[in-house]
């Protein structure tokens, strides 16, 4: 493995790393919202 094969690897973790992190916030924002507005009415 060359020394740019590993960089285009790390770089590649990397970006999907931050779209599974994303993906994991997009999955958690409606619900944080639903229990801010929940718990403002209740």
């Known amino acids: 493995m060359t020394g740019w094969t ?3 690897m790390l ?3 990397a970006v999907l790393t931050a779209q599974l ?5 997009a999955i958690e924002r409606p ?3 639903r229990r801010r507005h929940s718990a ?3």
């Open 6 to 8: 590993f960089f285009f």
């Open 21 to 25: 992190f994303r993906i994991v916030d």
């Open 40 to 42: 403002r009415v209740g």
């Open 31 to 33: 619900s944080r919202r």
């Open 11 to 13: 770089v590649g973790v």
